[in-house]
């Protein structure tokens, strides 16, 4: 069966402030893709990242960074110097190599204030 | 090239009512799921579907049916609405399971 686990439900951070949010992750497939989303105020979803599990090395884009570690089961995201525009609530999903059950964690709600 | 389109946006429903809640995509996309968001539940499975013809059940799919007559349409009925199934419905679709689901805008039911 698979699982994600995200420890943390809300955040709350100063704006400029580096802020890391966590996914824990269980799965039985050897291979597999790890996603990232954001839930705006507005409320649609946005994509943000795909990991594949043969790729451990850490992605930035821009402010963002994702840290990947096969060995903790473990796929963080990091905004450093958070904006006010980062408040949202992101998930992290975990599609199965074999079907399409997309499984996402309950999100986490994140608040830079100003 | 609208992506996924999601009708209607808001929707009240009496107890006992039956609606479809409306999804179509023109990417081409095999993959199309609906999904309920409930606060503190994320969001969970109801029905998904890997091509026409074919659906089957995600982890909360009492309550819910679909078809999938074409590739571009994956409408979710309520049989007979309940106050439980006060949601925000999301439908998304996927070229291919590695890649990232895109979602529509949403869908909030109520039903009193």
């Known amino acids: 069966a698979q699982k994600v686990t995200q420890a943390q439900t809300e955040i709350s951070v100063v704006e400029k402030e580096d802020v890391t949010l966590d996914c824990v992750y269980e799965?039985?497939?050897?291979?597999?893709?790890l996603f990232w989303y954001k839930q705006p105020p507005s409320g649609e979803l946005v994509f943000l990242i795909r990991?594949?599990?043969?790729?451990?090395q850490n992605e930035i884009s821009g402010r963002y960074s994702w840290n990947f570690q096969k060995s903790t089961s473990s796929f963080n995201f990091t905004i450093t110097a958070s904006q006010v525009v980062d408040s949202a609530v992101y998930f992290c999903?975990?599609?199965?190599?074999?079907?399409?059950?997309?499984?996402f964690g309950k999100g986490i709600t994140l608040s830079v204030r100003p | 090239n609208a992506g996924v389109t999601q009708t209607p946006k808001f929707q009240v429903l009496k107890t006992g009512q039956s609606m479809t809640l409306q999804c179509a995509q023109d990417?081409?996309?095999?993959?199309m799921s609906w999904y309920r968001q409930d606060p503190g539940m994320g969001l969970r499975l109801i029905h998904y579907s890997v091509g026409a013809g074919i659906t089957d059940q995600g982890e909360v799919p009492n309550g819910y049916n679909v078809s999938r007559s074409t590739t571009e349409d994956f409408p979710l009925r309520l049989l007979s609405a309940a106050p439980s199934q006060t949601s925000v419905y999301f439908c998304?679709?996927?070229?291919?399971?590695?890649?990232?689901?895109?979602f529509g805008s949403g869908t909030r039911l109520t039903v009193v």
């Open positions: 990991r594949n599990s043969f790729d451990e």
């Open positions: 799965t039985r497939d050897t291979t597999y893709y």
């Open positions: 998304a679709s996927s070229y291919s399971n590695s890649l990232g689901y895109t």
């Open positions: 999903a975990l599609p199965p190599g074999a079907n399409s059950k997309l499984t």
């Open positions: 990417m081409n996309h095999e993959y």
